[in-house]
């Protein structure tokens, strides 16, 4: 076995998602990645406590003000798992106090923060990545390796999914943060929530097309009780759904359908459709993969284990049609075969391992997934959708661009007082 160097890991947030890296972290440990957590920081002195206790770090290594946590000289990297309006603000202090950052996505609120953020990365000199599980695994890299290869042959319309029939994080699923619901802290619904997987997987694929236009709407029409409000404090709606129609240089089109609740059973799966062939994609990753499950208990927040799969459907040359099933999740038999006989590419199937191997100097920007590049893009389409559902009309890329504000928080009040976060204003191309 490979003897590694400890890695000395800050956690900021110890809400819910930062058990998740906690669970891949131990899951890491266990193949000997010599992973140390050796602080954390949560403005809930209650839930920090507890979380110390959980995880076994010592009471004098945790700290309710980030600030005072990041003036030690022993951490080798920090992982944000705030909420979305924070994490521009925060990850952005990260770096500029010096250190790594491996950020939770959205990656923003707005792609004017998404920006500043990815800005950052230089300004500071420092390494940057954004959690998006649903590109690290065989899913994504056979479809992308299939269109690029030309097997699906010119491709001309892609659809972005992603529905629950019911599950507003906050409201109808209480054991999230209701932050989520909070226009000023979640600010935006499902197309930011959930819609980076999906958005995210498609753009990827597609080898990052550039963008031309949007037409797009959101609505927050799904079912509510005044009961239920007063319960989780919703002041203030919250989009529960967003579509919208992209057009990309190119030729390409993209329908967006996200939802977090919808009277409807089932609403379809993302697909690429090429002129000789296309790709459904079922069982998308958006809860983190194997390594995000604790041993003999179940993932973080709830739900099952995702299997991601292909379905490839096209014609040959004599006009034959057919359709293929390729399973290709990381645990089944085509992952197991690939990892035989590609062992690195064990490093492209977990956001956290391939953050770790990065950091270690096993990747390079030349070789790792540029998750902020990602991140970024998804936010500048998905910020599309929503100038364009404000304007009721359709978007350009430039205007985008060029209407797209700043709105990450600036100032955060906790039980010890205020935070005030220092960046730049964004400033349109």
């Not at 100097?361 to 070789?367: A, N, S, V, W």
């Amino acid at each position: 076995m490979k003897e590694y160097k400890e890695l000395r890991i800050a956690i900021i947030g110890c809400g819910m998602i930062s058990h998740r890296h906690m669970t891949v972290i131990e899951n890491l440990n266990k193949r000997g990645y010599n992973l140390r957590v050796v602080a954390a920081a949560e403005t809930d002195k209650e839930k920090l406590e507890k979380w110390g206790k959980q995880y076994g770090v010592a009471e004098e290594n945790l700290y309710q003000d980030f600030r005072e946590m990041l003036k030690r000289d022993d951490i080798d990297e920090v992982e944000v798992c705030v909420h979305n309006n924070l994490h521009t603000s925060v990850a952005t202090a990260v770096m500029a106090a010096g250190y790594d950052c491996y950020s939770e996505k959205p990656m923003a609120a707005s792609y004017a923060d998404a920006k500043i953020l990815y800005d950052a990365q230089k300004k500071y000199g420092k390494k940057l990545a954004v959690q998006i599980s649903s590109i690290y695994n065989p899913q994504t890299r056979i479809a992308k390796k299939m269109i690029e290869e030309g097997k699906l042959g010119k491709v001309y319309h892609v659809r972005s999914v992603g529905h629950r029939r019911q599950g507003r994080p906050g409201y109808d699923m209480p054991f999230f943060s209701p932050d989520f619901i909070n226009p000023k802290v979640g600010v935006h619904g499902p197309l930011f929530d959930l819609g980076i997987y999906h958005l995210a997987q498609m753009l990827y694929v597609l080898g990052m097309p550039e963008l031309e236009s949007v037409y797009g709407m959101q609505s927050c029409d799904y079912w509510t009780d005044e009961r239920i409000d007063k319960i989780t404090n919703r002041t203030a709606p919250v989009e529960d759904l967003g579509v919208g129609m992209a057009r990309f240089k190119g030729g390409i089109s993209m329908d967006i359908y996200e939802d977090w609740a919808m009277h409807m059973d089932d609403i379809g799966t993302s697909f690429v459709a090429g002129s000789n062939g296309g790709l459904k994609f079922l069982d998308v990753d958006t809860t983190g993969g194997p390594l995000a499950v604790p041993e003999g208990g179940s993932i973080v927040g709830g739900g099952a284990l995702q299997n991601p799969k292909l379905e490839w459907f096209g014609v040959d040359g004599d006009g034959n049609l057919f359709d293929n099933k390729l399973d290709c999740a990381i645990g089944d038999i085509t992952g197991q075969q690939e990892l035989m006989l590609h062992p690195e590419m064990e490093m492209y199937n977990d956001n956290q391992l391939q953050w770790y191997s990065y950091l270690r100097g096993e990747l390079d920007d030349t070789t790792r997934i540029d998750s902020p590049y990602i991140a970024m893009q998804t936010a500048f389409l998905s910020e599309g959708v929503v100038l364009s559902s404000e304007l009721g009309r359709s978007v350009t890329a430039d205007e985008i661009k060029k209407m797209s504000k700043s709105i990450a928080l600036r100032e955060q009040e906790t039980p010890f007082g205020t935070i005030k976060y220092d960046f730049d204003e964004y400033k349109p191309e």
